[in-house]
Every structure is written in C-alpha cells, then in structure tokens.
C-alpha cells in the first residue's frame, strides 16, 4: 500500500503545482530571413540537421532552410546561423563558437564531417578550414600578426583541430589584431542542455538462481522506487540520461512442500526474497514529435549496489499426529545477491508538454539485472517498474 500512495501523491503534487502556473510564451525561437521572430519548439531534421522545423500548439508545423531563415535558438541565444560558405556558395546552418574581428562557427560540411569555418574581418561569407591546416590556408585568412607564428608548420601543434583550440587560435588573433574589441566565445557551442527531475513508482520483480530453485506461489512482488535523473539533449531527436534510484525489491514464493521419503514429520518451504538496490542506469532515449504528448523509448545498461539484504527461506515442519515432538521450524539466510549487480534496461514512455510547465513523465520499463555470478551461483532478477516523473 506504501508503494501505491508514493505513486498518487506524486502524481496529486504534479497535477496541484501545474493547476497554479500560468502559460507563457515559449522559450526556441527562428529568426526567419525577413526578419520576423517566430516563437515554439524546434527540432532539427534532414540532411545534416539542416532543416529546422518549429512546431506551435493548434498550428502546423513550420520548416525552415538556411535561405528562410537568418538564425534559431533557445533561452540562452542563438544556436544556429545562416552563413554563406565560400563567395559564391549556398547558405548553410552554422554554429557560433568566437564572435569578434574574425568570428569562428563549426558545422558539417557536404560530407557530414564536422568542420571549422572562419569569417574573416570584412566578409559576409565563412570559408571551410580542413582537419590538416596549413601556412598557406591561415595566412590569407589571418594576416599580419606575427606573434602567432602562423607561417609555421608547427603551429598546427600549438592550435588543436578542437573547438577549444580553435577557439583559442580566433581569440589570440584577435587580440593581436584588435586588443580594444573583446572577442565573445560561446561556451556551449552546439546547444546542448541539461533538465532534473524527480520520479517515483512501482515495480514487481521475479527472482532466478540455478541453485536451490525459488518455486512455489509467486506471491507479493510487489516493490516501490524513487529516484532523480539528469537528462542531456539538444534540438535532436536523441539524448541521454542518467538515473540514480532506489529500489525496494520484494517477493515471496510458497509455501511449497519438500520431500521428507518416509519421515513422521512434513515440511513446507517459504522463500522471501527482501532488499535494496541504488541503480544508476545510463540511457539513450529517442523522443518522437514536438506536441503536447511525445512518445519515447529508452535502452541503455545499468549498474546497481544492493544492501539491506532480509531473503531468507522458511521451513516450516508438520507432525504427524502420533508424534509429540519433532523438527523446530527455522530459517535459513539467502546469501545472494552480491554486493553489485549488472543489467540491461529498456523502456517506453509519453512525455506530457505544456508552455512554461514542468514536464510531465510515464513510463513503463523492462529491467534484467545479474545479481551475482561466480563459482558458486548466479542470481538474477527482472523488474518490470512503472514512474510517475516531474522534469524541470
């Protein structure tokens, strides 16, 4: 029953704390080329991410090129740029790494390789800089600055093909060539965000071993967990999470009968399967549309620390009538599982979006977790959980 309340007042918490809020307006935007700022949620698609698509409760959904649109972001600024590569090229979507004299971007090239793209003092286009660089690639693009020694070889050693050294290259330059103009670098160039949250739930688990079987009545498995997460996205489609989280593991197989041959006495086997598990999976999710209600699916591996251990097996010893005496019941610590457990982990689930509102999460989810392995058994348990999650 424990269990059960944890999960409906957490879900009565969610409803109350959303029934307070007020919308408001959204946090992505896209510039659009005439200069119009168009606000919702933007998710990037086609070749090479290339198309940003921007969807708006009650409208459809709206898609745009680098030639629609000058730019898009989010809360903290922009993400993506439109910049003409080459003077003669066609526009692309780019990143802004160092904004300055000379401006630094990354992005994919034709091929899908990532590549860095200077703008130099002046220009209205970016120009592509390769993975091996040269003299001769540098010094029409960075002139006149000595001290960088960029008519050097080695200087290729000194400037990693790295945003941070890249970075690093645009910004001395800079300050070499306009000490009085500060040049502004982007610390997190290619939109990547993090979101908390808290969830909690049910799960009823089954337990395995190849030595001295669980059988019986597979009774009360019912368990409860509650835990945080920390979810790592961009405007993709995918992202990661990590998900430290208590479990309380729990369930009861028999009574069951044991053969005794000809003794005067039966005897019936309980087991009770009881302890705690810390799990820390690390999940890929892939999160389908951009409306209210998105649709996911998690995989990933998991590793857990159990302790707290109470499974034992109880025995329990029926006379026969004509004896007075015999067996005393008793019981018998489970020895596994081990201190550590290994797994896998899979997943679906519906994200519930509003403007300005925490997200809303459930989830039904599919866990295979080896408990322990050796030389003398190996212990496994499934657990299927459902949550009830809040995402701020």
């Known amino acids: 029953m424990k269990c059960y309340s944890l999960a409906a007042a957490l879900w009565l918490t969610v409803l109350a704390a959303n029934a307070q809020r007020t919308t408001k307006d959204y946090k992505d935007y896209v510039v659009t080329a005439k200069g119009d700022t168009l606000r919702g949620q933007i998710q990037l698609t086609g070749k090479h991410n290339q198309t940003v698509v921007l969807y708006r409760y009650d409208q459809e959904p ?27 090229g066609s526009p692309m979507f780019v990143t802004s790494l160092v904004r300055g004299y000379v401006s630094l971007y990354s992005g994919s090239n034709a091929d899908g390789a990532r590549r860095f793209y200077l703008q130099p003092a002046d220009s209205t286009h970016i120009v592509e800089i390769p993975p091996v660089f040269t003299p001769l690639v540098l010094l029409p693009l960075l002139p006149n600055c000595p001290a960088l020694r960029l008519e050097y070889a080695e200087t290729s050693h000194m400037y990693s093909y790295t945003p941070s050294g890249m970075s690093k290259m645009v910004i001395d330059y800079n300050t070499c060539q306009r000490p009085q103009q500060p040049s502004i670098a982007n610390y997190h160039p ?38 945080v997460f920390l979810r790592f996205y961009s405007q993709s489609k995918f992202s990661v999470l990590i998900e430290p989280t208590y479990l309380a593991l729990r369930s009861v197989y028999g009574p069951t009968p044991i053969p005794n041959g000809y003794a005067y006495y039966t005897t019936n086997q309980r087991i009770s399967i ?34 707290g251990n109470r499974s034992v097996r109880d025995f329990h010893y029926t006379m026969d009538s004509n004896q007075a005496a015999g067996p005393v019941d008793n019981s018998r610590t489970i020895v596994t ?56």
């Open 62 to 88: 709206s898609r745009f090129t680098a030639t629609e649109a000058s730019s898009y972001g989010d809360a903290s600024g922009p993400v993506g740029v439109s910049k003409q590569v080459g003077a003669a």
């Open 190 to 227: 290619y939109g990547l965000h993090t979101a908390f949250g808290i969830k909690a739930g049910i799960n009823a688990s089954s337990f395995t071993t190849d030595i001295e079987p669980f059988s019986g009545k597979h009774q009360d498995f019912v368990g409860y967990q509650a835990g």
């Open 274 to 307: 009881q302890y705690s598990q810390v799990q820390v999976p690390l999940l890929f999710r892939y999160t389908a549309g951009h409306g209210s209600m998105r649709p996911y699916l998690n995989a990933g591996i998991s590793y857990g620390l159990n302790f």
């Open 337 to 392: 599982p081990d201190s550590r457990s290994v797994g896998l982990a899979t997943g679906a689930g519906m994200l519930l979006y509003q403007p300005s509102l925490p997200v809303l999460s459930v989830e039904l989810r599919f866990d295979r977790m080896l408990d322990s392995f050796g030389s003398l058994s190996t212990t496994y348990h499934n657990s299927l959980r459902f949550d009830l999650g809040i995402m701020f």
